[in-house]
């Protein structure tokens, strides 16, 4: 069983940047491909930025040469910096731990990003 705690949302102004960050709780954090996804009212939640066990890393088209995943396995934590935001960056974003393609993910809670001036 795996928790998972994000935090570091909020309101910027375009052109800003957040960091995200995504406590995990249990054993074996390194184990596991963290993501993160982000969602707005009325559409599907959209895939990120991923990093893989062994830190292989890829990001949505939208979203690269801006945003970078990383993670702190001493820390249990995946972060993601943002930078150069937009209003189109607003959502509810959501971490997520797979241990497997088998096996059915974790998410956050989410927190909320909100790019305006």
């Known amino acids: 069983q795996v928790q998972l705690v994000e935090s570091g949302g909020g309101l910027v102004q375009p052109g800003g940047a957040l960091r995200l960050s995504c406590a995990a709780s249990?054993?074996?954090?390194?184990?596991?491909?963290m993501a993160w996804y982000r969602q707005t009212p009325g559409k599907q939640r959209e895939l990120v930025a991923a990093i893989s066990p062994g830190g292989n890393t890829n990001y949505a088209d939208s979203v690269k040469g801006r945003f970078t995943i990383s993670r702190d396995n001493a820390k249990n934590t995946v972060y993601l910096q943002m930078n150069s935001l937009n209003p189109g960056d607003t959502a509810v974003y959501y971490c997520?731990?797979?241990?497997?393609?088998?096996?059915?993910?974790?998410w956050g809670q989410g927190t909320q990003v909100t790019v305006s001036s």
């Open positions: 997520n731990a797979r241990a497997s393609i088998s096996t059915s993910p974790y």
């Open positions: 249990g054993s074996r954090f390194n184990i596991y491909a």
